[in-house]
C-alpha cells in the first residue's frame, strides 16, 4: 500500500488548503481556477488553454475511468497542476491504460485530493482568480503563501510560444480517430463527395480534436506555429484560415496580431477561443481579464441573429470588450447568458467570424459543431 504524502495549496490572499497529495512530487505555481465540467478531465490535463494554471475540478470525485491515450488533446499534461475533491481509488473502462494519479506522476506533474474543492470554488468566484502554490514536497505554509505571491502572474505573459508546434505539418487524422457520434456512440465518417478546401491553421495551443472537426468536415488542414508570417500563410494557397484556441493573455501577442490583421483582408477566417480574441485585437478592438474566467462544459451562449441557445464548452480567462467594436466593423453575435459577455463576432464587410468556445465539444455538449460547417459554406461562397 503506497504511504500517504501530505501536499499544500496556498493562495495569494493567504488562504491555505492541506490534502493528500498524488502524482509528481514536486512543488509548482499558477493560476487558480476551477471547471464545472461532470467529465472530460483528461482532456481538460491535455488542453493547452490551460498552460500556467492550476485546476480545480468542481465534480466531486475524478479519476474513475482512468485514461487513455485516443482521447488527450496534446501528448502532455498542460497543466501546471490538478486539485480534486476525491480521486477515484480505481480506474475501470476498457480504454483506460493508465490511472490518473500514474499519468501525472510520469508527466511530473503534481495533483492534491481531500481538500474542500466547494470553499475553495466559492472564493474564486467572490475574489476573482488567484496566484497560487501547489507542492507535495512537504513545505510550510508560510513558504508555499509566498511562493505565490512572488510569482510573476498571467497577466502580459506570452504563454503561446510555450505551446505552439514548432514547425508546420499537414494534419493526418487516423481513420480509429475520427470524431464519435455522441448519440449514437460510433465512430463517425467524413463525407468525402464534396470538395476539400485547404486551410493554413496557425497553432495558438490547438487541440487534437479541434483538427480532427475540421478535417471531418472536408478540410485539408496546414498547421503553422503561432509565428508564421503572412507570407509563410500566403504560400500554401490556402481557401480559409483558422486561430485556434490557446493559453493567457491575448494582449502581448503583437507579432500574432500583425499576421492576423494583413490576412484578415484576404482569406476567409475563422477563431475560437483565443483565435477569438485575436480578432479583436487584430481590428483594433480591445480585451480584457475575467474576474473567474469561464471553464466548463455547460456555458449558454444565445446567438443574437436567431435566438438559438447553445450549450458550450469554454476555457478562457479574457474576454471582447464591447467599448469601440463596433467602430472596428464588427457586429456582436452571440452573447454568454451567465454574464452577457461577448460569446462571438463577425466582421461587416469581410467573411470572417468568430467564437469564444471551444465548438469541438472536447469535452463537452456537441451544439456548436455547425460552426465547422458554417466556415465551410463560407469558404464555398467565397471562391
Not at 497529495?21 to 512543488?27: I, P, S, V
Not at 470538395?195 to 491553421?201: E, H, N, Q, R
Not at 478562457?316 to 454574464?339: I, M, R
Amino acid at each position: 500500500m503506497k504511504e500517504s504524502q501530505t501536499g499544500v495549496l496556498a493562495l495569494e490572499d493567504g488562504s491555505v488548503f492541506r490534502g493528500e497529495a498524488f502524482g509528481a512530487k514536486r512543488t509548482v505555481v499558477g493560476e487558480a481556477v476551477f471547471n464545472t465540467s461532470m467529465t472530460g478531465y483528461q482532456e481538460i490535463l491535455t488542453d493547452p488553454s490551460y498552460y500556467g494554471q492550476i485546476v480545480t475540478m468542481t465534480a466531486p470525485m475524478i479519476g474513475n475511468y482512468g485514461i487513455n491515450e485516443e482521447d488527450i488533446e496534446a501528448e502532455t499534461p498542460m497543466c501546471a497542476g490538478f486539485v480534486v475533491r476525491e480521486l477515484s481509488p480505481i480506474a475501470s473502462n476498457w480504454r483506460s491504460t493508465s490511472t490518473l494519479s500514474a499519468y501525472l506522476e510520469s508527466h511530473d506533474i503534481p495533483g492534491l485530493e481531500g481538500i474542500d474543492t466547494r470553499a475553495l470554488t466559492k472564493k474564486l468566484r467572490v475574489f476573482g482568480a488567484m496566484k497560487c502554490c501547489l507542492s507535495a514536497e512537504g513545505i510550510s505554509d508560510e513558504e508555499a503563501v509566498k511562493r505565490a505571491r512572488d510569482w510573476e502572474g498571467i497577466v502580459g505573459a506570452d504563454y503561446v510560444k510555450e505551446v505552439t508546434c514548432s514547425e508546420p505539418f499537414v494534419y493526418q487524422p487516423s481513420d480509429a480517430h475520427w470524431p464519435y457520434n455522441p448519440i449514437q456512440s460510433v465512430v463517425r465518417k467524413p463525407a468525402r463527395e464534396r470538395p476539400v478546401f485547404k486551410i493554413a491553421a496557425l497553432d495558438l495551443g490547438a487541440k487534437k480534436s479541434i483538427f480532427r472537426e475540421l478535417a471531418f468536415h472536408g478540410f485539408e488542414v496546414h498547421v503553422f506555429p503561432a509565428t508564421a508570417t503572412a507570407d509563410q500563410i500566403r504560400a500554401i494557397e490556402p481557401d480559409g484560415v483558422f486561430l485556434s484556441n490557446g493559453p493567457g493573455d491575448p494582449e502581448p501577442l503583437t507579432y500574432v496580431h500583425e499576421t492576423v490583421r494583413t490576412i484578415l483582408d484576404e482569406f476567409p477566417t475563422f477563431g475560437i477561443c483565443l483565435g477569438h480574441q485575436v480578432i479583436s485585437h487584430a481590428i483594433g478592438a480591445k480585451t480584457f481579464k475575467l474576474k473567474f474566467g469561464h471553464r466548463g462544459g455547460n456555458q449558454p451562449v444565445k446567438s443574437l441573429e436567431n435566438d438559438f441557445v447553445a450549450i458550450t464548452a469554454h476555457n478562457h480567462g479574457f474576454a471582447t470588450s464591447a467599448e469601440g467594436l463596433e467602430a472596428c466593423g464588427a457586429v456582436v453575435t452571440e452573447v454568454n447568458l451567465n454574464d452577457d459577455t461577448i460569446a462571438g463576432i463577425r466582421l461587416k464587410d469581410k467573411p470572417v467570424f468568430s467564437v469564444q468556445y471551444h465548438p469541438e465539444a472536447g469535452p463537452g455538449p456537441s451544439d456548436a459543431n455547425p460552426n465547422f460547417e458554417k466556415f465551410y459554406q463560407m469558404i464555398a461562397a467565397a471562391k
